[in-house]
Nanobody, 115 residues
């Protein structure tokens, strides 16, 4: 199993920045990929960004050029640097880890972009 704990959410003004962190523990050597998802009120959960064990990344079109996903393997931590935030980025952001077909989730952290 994998345990994931997110932090770093909060309230930020449009145009501002936040960095989310996801501390991972457990069967880390078995993880194939890690990513960030988000779910806004009344909407389905969507993929924000993903990074594989060989370093390949993929982003949702809506965040390309603004968000950056990264991993610090020494700290067992996944990050999401979010710049130029927009009100439509408001959502609960959740960390995800995949081992084969099994997906593990953190509890989520709220990001609110508002003036």
């Amino acid at each position: 199993q994998v345990q994931l704990v997110e932090s770093g959410g909060g309230l930020v003004q449009p145009g501002g920045s936040l960095r989310l962190s996801c501390a991972a523990s457990g069967m880390l050597a078995s993880i194939n990929a890690m990513g960030w998802y988000r779910q806004a009120p009344g909407k389905q959960r969507e993929l924000v960004a993903i990074v594989t064990t060989d370093g390949r990344t993929n982003y949702a079109d809506s965040v390309k050029g603004r968000f950056t996903i990264s991993r610090d393997n020494a700290k067992n931590t996944l990050y999401l640097q979010m710049n130029s935030l927009k009100p439509e980025d408001t959502a609960v952001y959740s960390c995800n880890a995949r081992i084969s077909v099994v997906m593990y989730w953190g509890q989520g952290t709220q990001v609110t972009v508002s003036s």
